[in-house]
């Protein structure tokens, strides 16, 4: 199996060679410097871009002395972009990722584990740091995202779980599933993993490592002792005792169905386009695959009023207290002051000390907050352009710029999706619209059972877990409606909160459906405390 801990050391790094100096890759070297040195704001950084070492890592870095290295084999041909240039990124883009993955150790990662330490809890340890890092690195550079998302097909390894054990299963799931609660992957990018490490582990393993990743992405940058512990906690979890099995467990050679999952989803996100620039004006989407795009689906694209602005300011507002978690407040006794003495145990301590006995009570005891991790929000927007729905095209054409925009802002993951005859990804998963695309709704059907179904398949509506709300904008007027309830009936079961902004027409009241909460909507701007609210009720429920 090979280690997480392989693109990271502590000790000192290797010194340049003039020949390395010399070498075709010395623009990169010199321009990825300077951007690592803004980045991580250490003006000793360095970045060397060379072909690395058959076997060895994409990338390596020392976070103590700044240093990274970047494998040129993942750039392929020195002059095919100009590293000086942010456009030309695009032209190197795992490259670039794997450079910000680095970027991310130096910044954030300023523990290491203290000798004696197990191997066994020392690796998960590791482990859990790959996560936590780009979850730091993600909450101040969010734009980020797209570069470390292809990083991960580089990063990851398939061969790090040749078996189909629960530790192989684990470690899967700490180096993929963990990057979609860091924000870095989508649900829908782990679909395959996630189901062949559950068949592995179990739903109730698998949620107790979940719940140790996430905590370790609350970590701060130098508690060497909690991640320490959470290692630890990790192995024992897996049914690994430290103190008598201390090395890492041993692979049986098997083949592996999650090696092959894993293969399977770091090709599909190397060359699934949903991080790459938005089509020109007026056209809908064409690269995502799976997608029939109906090219009668059109928009022009405008800049938001004020009043879209606004309403996107307070919803943002509303969105991100509602994800706030006040932290925990626990109590915990304490050798040493600040803290209330416990008179009892304080006597206690001075008739042991009293005895020559070892001193063992501790008489103080303390208030401790530790943060509580916010919880995730996903939200699709789904958008009817059947012809129904003309007379309401602007209005929901503003609707779905606003929720999308604050989601996005909020730190939500959301995606909108537009459905007539075919269905139409308006703005893909984890981009922000800058500008409101007034549609046409002159289709001659809607497809809303598909667009559910493929609303899923990009956020993972249906996967417990996360909150999750999916915001329609229709008149509900459909050819299956029976289809249709059925659809946002197993949305609902799995725990997904349905809100519908249906079109305030008294000549054509709006179908209502059970299991969702409907708002008749006039002017979006004035709904969003509405949209807040289910948005909220979703959270709770998360």
Not at 251 to 261: G, M, N, R, V, W
Request: charged fraction near 20%.
């Amino acid at each position: 199996m090979t280690s997480v801990s392989a693109h990271r050391s502590t000790s000192g790094p290797t010194p340049t060679t003039p020949a390395a100096a010399a070498s075709p890759w010395h623009r990169w070297t010199a321009a990825w410097t300077k951007q690592a040195a803004q980045i991580t704001g250490r003006a000793d950084a360095t970045v060397t871009v060379t072909p690395a070492a058959a076997g060895g890592p994409p990338g390596f870095s020392y976070p103590a002395t700044a240093q990274i290295h970047i494998d040129a084999d993942l750039i392929a041909d020195p002059t095919i972009a100009d590293p000086r240039r942010p456009a030309h990124r695009s032209k190197a883009p795992v490259a670039y990722g794997v450079l910000l993955h680095e970027c991310a150790h130096v910044i954030h990662t300023q523990w290491d584990p203290p000798p004696g330490v197990p191997p066994v809890v020392r690796e998960a340890a590791i482990l859990l740091e790959e996560a936590r890092v780009e979850r730091r690195y993600r909450d101040t550079r969010p734009r980020d995202r797209r570069w470390l998302r292809r990083a991960t097909t580089s990063i990851i390894d398939p061969a790090d779980t040749p078996t189909d054990t629960p530790w192989s299963a684990a470690y899967a799931a700490g180096l993929l599933l963990a990057r979609v609660d860091a924000k870095i992957l989508y649900p829908a990018d782990v679909r395959d993993p996630r189901r062949a490490i559950t068949k592995v582990l179990g739903r109730k393993l698998l949620n107790g490592l979940r719940g140790i990743w996430r905590e370790a992405q609350t970590v701060g940058n130098t508690d060497t002792t909690r991640m320490i512990d959470l290692g630890e906690r990790w192995c024992r979890l897996l049914g690994i005792d430290p103190t008598t099995s201390p090395g890492l467990p041993a692979d049986d050679a098997a083949t592996s169905t999650i090696a092959a999952a894993i293969a399977a989803a770091l090709d599909a996100i190397l060359h699934n386009p949903a991080d790459t620039p938005d089509p020109g004006r007026g056209g809908p989407r064409t690269d995502v695959p799976g997608i029939h795009v109906d090219t009668d689906v059109t928009w022009v694209e405008r800049n938001p009023v004020d009043a879209e602005r606004h309403a996107a300011n307070r919803l943002t507002a509303l969105l991100r207290r509602a994800r706030h978690r006040e932290p925990a407040r626990t109590r915990e006794p304490s050798r040493t002051p600040p803290g209330r003495l416990r008179t009892r145990a304080a006597v206690t301590l001075a008739a042991q000390r009293a005895s020559g006995a070892i001193p063992t009570t501790q008489p103080w005891q303390r208030t401790v907050r530790r943060p509580v991790p916010d919880p995730e929000l996903t939200v699709g927007i789904l958008i009817d352009a059947s012809g129904s729905m003309t007379d309401f095209a602007k209005p929901m054409s503003s609707a779905a710029w606003i929720v999308a925009q604050a989601a996005t802002r909020a730190g939500a993951t959301t995606a909108t999706l537009a459905y007539g005859d075919r269905i139409t990804v308006l703005i893909p998963p984890g981009r922000r619209p800058a500008k409101v695309r007034d549609m046409r709704a002159d289709a001659g059907t809607e497809r809303f059972v598909e667009a559910c179904a493929e609303a899923d398949r990009l956020l993972g509506l249906s996967t417990p877990g996360t909150a999750r709300l999916l915001v329609v904008v229709s008149d509900g007027h459909y050819v299956n409606p029976d289809d249709s309830q059925a659809a946002i009936t197993r949305l609902h079961h799995t725990g997904c909160a349905v809100l519908w902004l249906a079109p305030a027409n008294n000549s054509w009241p709006a179908r209502t459906y059970e299991h969702t909460t409907t708002v008749t909507v006039d002017d979006p701007t004035t709904c969003v405390n509405l949209i807040g609210h289910a948005a909220i009720d979703a959270l709770n429920r998360a």
